[in-house]
């Protein structure tokens, strides 16, 4: 087994706790908070982690380039915005067809691995995609509400819906982010993918904290106070957050962003597992088709 399969699973697993925190932060603050915890909180998480990697290989912080500053600075803003985007759809009535639309960025990432990185993905990997794709999609509609239908004049029309557009714009901006920083950890050339790694997340993040604390300072002081009122279910967040993006910048430092970002569904499989072991509700025959389809997608990626 390739080593960027097993990151990417543990990476998945622990993206699954963060997103279920950050949802619940949602009702605590505003979507510019919300995203600032994971970033800001996340940030001492990142340089503990490269500083642990650095002791650990006795490696030397590599030496950064024009072309590193650039593609971590296209991606650190492109996260901000999907993840921003990803926040404003915990809040609106028609989630789930927002989220399966953000669910998207693997066939995005691929698009723009061809077109920036001129990486062309294997014909495993895009049957990988499509499949596990298809069974996001089904997954995230399953528990549509039936008024929601109801009330929609054609199911095309609930798809065109503004929270689907909020949704397909989320995966774009997170299909970019996800080459990008590729493209920076790449353009390092060593010592190894895990500093690599570890400095692309650091700068990003950093910038990123940054960004926000600034946005939030000009023109949302009263967030500041909501953010340091839940420190601790914000620290919580951003330590899931960190460990998670280490795992998925070190994973894309090895292989395809969208081959990742593919096999990265499995935390739908992680979200249901949770929701009938621990809180034992019940699924339904969709469910149980999509998180099969997600199942035979990730398969067909652990052994091509």
């Known amino acids: 087994m390739e080593l960027w399969i097993p990151i990417t699973i543990a990476a998945a697993f622990v993206q699954n706790m963060r997103s279920g925190l950050q949802r619940h932060l949602r009702t605590k603050m505003g979507t510019t908070g919300a995203t600032f915890v994971r970033f800001g909180f996340g940030l001492p998480v990142a340089f503990v982690l490269l500083a642990i990697v650095l002791w650990l290989t006795g490696a030397a912080l590599p030496a950064t380039n024009a072309s590193f500053w ?26 789930a067809v927002g989220s399966a639309y953000s669910r998207t960025e693997p066939i995005q990432a691929v698009i723009f ?27 995230t509609l399953a528990r549509q509400p039936v008024g929601e239908m109801a009330r929609s004049r054609s199911p095309f029309a ?15 901006f997170f299909g970019l982010a996800a080459v990008a920083f590729r493209a920076a950890s790449l353009s390092l050339s060593g010592p190894n993918f895990l500093v690599q790694a570890g400095l692309t997340l650091c700068v990003a993040i950093t910038m990123q904290t940054i960004v926000i604390l600034v946005w939030m300072a000009v023109r949302d002081r009263a967030e500041l106070r909501r953010i340091a009122d839940a420190w ?24 395809q962003a969208g081959a990742v970002k593919a096999l990265a569904q499995i935390e739908m499989l992680f979200a249901y597992a949770t929701t009938v072991l621990i809180f034992r ?21 652990v052994v091509a």
Request: net charge positive; aromatic share 8%; glycine share 10%.
């Open 158 to 172: 609930l798809l065109a819906s503004p929270t689907a557009l909020i949704g397909l714009v989320s995966g774009t």
């Open 281 to 301: 509700e019940p699924i339904n025959r969709a469910e149980i088709a999509g998180c099969a389809l997600v199942a035979a997608g990730v398969i067909v990626l």
């Open 113 to 139: 691995g061809l077109v920036f990185l001129s990486e062309r993905a294997a014909p495993s990997v895009l049957a990988a995609i499509a499949i596990s794709v298809s069974g996001v999609i089904v997954l």
């Open 70 to 95: 650039l593609w971590v600075t296209v991606g650190a803003f492109a996260q901000i915005l999907a993840q921003a985007l990803l926040v404003i759809m915990f809040t609106r009535r028609s989630f």
């Open 232 to 255: 601790r279910i914000g620290a919580l967040t951003g330590l899931a957050g960190a460990l998670a993006s280490f795992g998925w910048f070190s994973a894309m430092t090895l292989q």
